[in-house]
């Protein structure tokens, strides 16, 4: 911590004694993001997995997936741009948008537009076959950001894969495994929401993510600094 007090000079010190900066402050874009992209995830995933499901699930899950799980976790995305958060930024915008378009296909499928067929279904196939790719790269990226979030994102490309299996080989178990990797994906992700949330509330680290930063994990630490003058950006929080 003491590096990020000062450059060894006294000048990041002296900065901080003196700045003043009037702030229009956002929450963490994350919490809302994973709290959408858990809700929807869950609720389609116990459908793929085998909790429930009738012909007529369709109808109930296109708003839920397209609102929950596409518009807000998409609008998440877009937040993340201010928070400087490249990782954030990708992973909501893509899956947003997928829950968007996945949220569509099921109305198309409610109204009787389109009938999923019974087999493959290689057109999804190669959704999730993109979805997994981009998915694994944002995995990658998570090792630098926290345990909490590389669980959510391996567990999340790890079900993608399932997905893309079965959508282009019709071999029901990859649905089934798919749809069970999945809801633990959702777990991992309220959790991580969760986490975010109550450090925002209280101020200090409540649930810890397992962060780079060995401090950062222990509860009743405080480990955001008020103004990050070495990003050249006074008042401006990095990530988040």
Do not use: C
């Not at 003196?18 to 858990?38: C, D, K, N, Y």
Request: proline share 5%.
């Amino acid at each position: 911590m003491e590096a990020a007090r000062g450059n060894g000079h006294g000048e990041l010190a002296e900065i901080r004694e003196h700045t003043r900066v009037m702030l229009q402050p956002i929450a963490a874009p994350s919490i809302l993001g994973l709290f959408g992209f858990a809700g929807a995830t869950f609720i389609v995933a116990a459908h793929l997995a085998g909790w429930y499901g009738t012909p007529e699930s369709p109808a109930f899950l296109f708003p839920f997936a397209a609102m929950f799980g596409g518009l807000a976790q998409f609008l998440a995305g877009m937040w993340a741009f201010k928070a400087r958060d490249g990782v954030a930024t990708a992973m909501h915008g893509m899956w947003g948008s997928f829950w968007l378009a996945y949220g569509l296909l099921n109305l198309l499928v409610a109204v009787g537009v389109y009938t999923i067929p019974t087999g493959s279904f290689p057109e999804l196939g190669f959704w999730f076959l993109a979805l997994t790719a981009i998915t694994a790269l944002g995995t990658a990226a998570a090792v630098a950001e926290s345990i909490g979030l590389l669980a959510t994102l391996a567990s999340l490309t790890v079900g993608a894969a399932f997905l893309a299996v079965h959508y282009l080989t019709g071999i029901h178990w990859w649905e089934v495994a798919g749809g069970w990797i999945l809801i633990g994906s959702a777990a991992a992700a309220t959790y991580t929401a969760g986490a975010m949330m109550l450090e925002g509330a209280w101020g200090k680290v409540v649930l810890p993510l397992g962060k780079m930063e060995r401090e950062a994990n222990v509860p009743g630490t405080r480990v955001t600094l008020p103004i990050e003058y070495e990003h050249a950006e006074p008042g401006v929080r990095m990530g988040q």
